[in-house]
């Protein structure tokens, strides 16, 4: 069975959820559980319900859409997110989601009706801008996470996650996970340059880097920074500066797929004239090799506990996100190139160097993931792009495998 969609709902509906919360540079600013968040919900469930789906939003605020099938199976299901970071891109995770929808239109133009069911899904708070763990509403789906311990997570203003959900209108009654697919498939851009510098169309996707994120905070001595001799300081911000500077050296020294990033600094009292009393700072560490990561993280944590004792400073961490590295269906990943081969399109198999929630759906099901590039590579960047053609094509491959697997 070989379907076509239209091509220009596709793009439209990504215009359309992108001038939502959108912000100067084309980009998008819909951090979980705002009110941008819930209209951008509001869209895409209106979407849904114009397809006729089965339409359920769970206590965590996952939203699944379902296409009843010929015999009731569990379904196969597609899907990614529609938050963002507060300088997002339009593709991140929407695309995902509306090229489910257009699966579900393609289906229903054709008056198909599948053996197994097909639903569409968007899970809540993947990006972990607003609340930490990131993947939170597909971790809670698939069991990784208590409901209580996520509604209990907090934002930068102590504002609850549970509390945001009930607020916005999408905290729902049935319980997370309740639908268990059969298979589980996200489409989404790259968000790094290989498929573009190297010019091929889809990645096949293997697996996810392991990912650990860590907040650390530092409390020293304010003092001034004229008088104060060099040798008798307890700078705070000097060991958050040492740290960026050895996780990037650290990156480089263990090679391979190890890369460290210090995204979040903030120094008190932040003076120009005044040692710093206090630092809060966060280490991304990211491999696809968990004894790597372990590794690092060790390396880390050493260097951390002497230039503590050297400069005289107290730091407490506080464990964000720790997610081991994924490795995905063997055998969905051959379907994911197979079907893009038909379509004669040039295919690289790789990893994920960003976490998605077809990690933690991979605890429930067989799970594979399509990439299509993102132009130099660029993504949670209000310039984030990619090609027409290249939407295109991706969302014509999850449509074939879908159908296929809907079929079985």
């Known amino acids: 069975m070989t379907l076509k969609f239209a091509d220009r709902h596709l793009l439209d509906n990504l215009d359309a959820l992108a001038r939502i919360g959108a912000i100067e540079g084309g980009g998008c600013a819909r951090l979980a559980l705002t009110d941008e968040d819930r209209l951008g919900r509001d869209l895409v469930v209106g979407w849904m319900k114009e397809l006729d789906l089965d339409v359920r939003v769970d206590a965590i605020g996952n939203v699944i859409g379902l296409r009843a099938g010929r015999e009731n199976l569990p379904p196969i299901m597609t899907g990614s997110h529609i938050d963002t970071v507060r300088t ?33 899904a968007f899970f809540t708070n993947e990006e972990g801008a607003r609340f930490q763990p990131d993947m939170m509403g597909s971790l809670v789906y698939a069991g990784g996470l208590g409901l209580n311990e996520a509604y209990a997570a907090v934002d930068q203003d102590g504002v609850a996650a549970g509390d945001a959900l009930r607020r916005i209108g999408y905290l729902g009654a049935t319980m997370p996970g309740a639908l268990k697919p059969h298979a589980f498939l996200e489409l989404h851009i790259e968000q790094g340059p290989i498929l573009d510098e ?57 090679g391979g797929n190890q890369v460290a990033t210090v995204g979040s600094l903030a120094l008190r009292p932040n003076l120009i004239n005044v040692v710093p009393n206090r630092a809060v700072f966060t280490v991304d560490l990211r491999n696809t090799d968990e004894a790597k990561l372990k590794e690092a993280e060790a390396a880390v944590a050493a260097h951390i506990a002497d230039v503590a004792a050297a400069e005289r400073v107290e730091v407490k961490s506080k464990v964000l996100a720790r997610f081991e590295p994924v490795i995905f269906d063997a055998s969905l990943v051959d379907r994911v190139e197979h079907h893009a081969m038909a379509l004669s399109l040039s ?62």
Not at 95 to 117: F, H, I, Q, S
Not at 214 to 239: F, I, K
């Open 88 to 120: 997002g891109g339009r593709y991140d995770g929407n695309y995902g989601v509306l090229a489910g929808l257009e699966v579900v239109r393609a289906l229903n133009a054709a008056n198909v009706v599948t053996r197994r069911p097909v639903a569409v």
């Open 198 to 254: 190297e010019k091929v169309r889809i990645g096949v996707v293997e697996s996810v880097q392991g990912i650990s994120w860590t907040e650390y905070t530092v409390t020293g001595v304010s003092n001034h920074a004229g008088t104060t001799p060099m040798r008798l300081r307890r700078d705070a911000g000097y060991l958050a500066a040492s740290v960026n500077l050895f996780v990037r050296k650290l990156a480089w020294d263990m």
């Open 347 to 408: 295919t690289r198999r790789m990893p994920s160097g960003a976490g998605h929630d077809a990690q933690m759906m991979q605890r429930l099901c067989p799970t594979a993931m399509i990439f299509v590039p993102s132009v130099a590579g660029l993504s949670h960047n209000v310039k984030e792009h990619t090609e027409p053609a290249d939407l295109i094509a991706g969302a014509q491959v999850l449509l074939n495998l879908m159908v296929e697997l809907a079929e079985s």
